[in-house]
């Protein structure tokens, strides 16, 4: 079973410019997730998707942040214009049903950096 | 609320030693615990979880974790540590309720000597 995808797993911009991470989930996980980890931190929740619909984005800066999840599976996490301190690794997750229920599985990630 | 805390931000331990990295928890119902493990540039990849059945629990890559009501911790063990296990480990308690919103902790970066 193929894991959680993410691309690109690199990122390198200048500040003001634009940015679009892409997640695809695990196959029948009806619930993704996009986080933030700053260095030497634990992820932080940006915003946690329920099927196609943004369930929690309280955490999510909407005056430069915006995601979607239009089919309910695959995910794209924007930021416009990008500030420095936007460096960060972004992480995609999801979650199914069943016996792992808690369980949140995790993509690789996308480290930005903005100069 | 809930809440997480490691107690150690860095452990180093030789090859061939015991591991132990501490997480204490605090939670007003009976919580989900977890560890997750994180290598250089990797993602993050859960070594064990403690979802209210047995006490302890036994991961992957020879860690175990033992839940302890009474003293509300969470401890991650391993009997023998292998260089391969240097990495950033992060324990996670789960909210209840139906969004099931992960707490985590900072992070503790263990170090394998050789």
């Known amino acids: 079973e193929a894991g959680v995808v993410q691309s690109p797993r690199y990122k390198i911009i200048e500040k003001k410019q634009p940015v679009a991470f892409w997640c695809n989930p695990i196959?029948?996980?009806?619930?993704l997730y996009w986080y933030r980890q700053n260095l030497g931190q634990g992820p932080e929740l940006l915003i946690r998707y329920e099927n196609e619909e943004a369930v929690d984005d309280s955490q999510l800066p909407k005056d430069r942040f915006s995601a979607e999840r239009l089919k309910g599976v695959d995910s794209t996490l924007k930021i416009q214009p990008a500030e420095l301190g936007d460096s960060a690794v972004y992480l995609c997750a999801s979650r199914g049903s069943g016996s792992s229920y808690n369980e949140q599985f995790f993509g690789p990630g996308t480290r930005l950096t903005v100069l | 609320a809930q809440s997480v805390t490691q107690l150690d931000s860095h452990v180093s331990v030789s090859e061939g030693t015991p591991v132990l990295l501490r997480c204490n928890y605090s939670s007003s119902y009976s919580p989900s615990l977890f560890w997750y493990v994180q290598h250089p540039n990797k993602g993050l990849q859960l070594l064990l979880k403690y979802t209210s059945a047995a006490t302890l629990v036994k991961g992957i890559n020879g860690f175990e974790a033992e839940f302890k009501k009474s003293e509300t911790s969470f401890h991650l063990t391993k009997p023998s540590a292998h260089m391969s296990d240097a990495a950033e480990y992060f324990c996670?308690?789960?909210?209840?309720?139906?969004?099931?919103?992960?707490?985590w902790g900072l992070g503790t970066s263990l170090a394998v000597n050789p």
């Open positions: 196959s029948g996980h009806n619930t």
């Open positions: 996670v308690v789960s909210e209840s309720g139906n969004n099931r919103k992960l707490i």
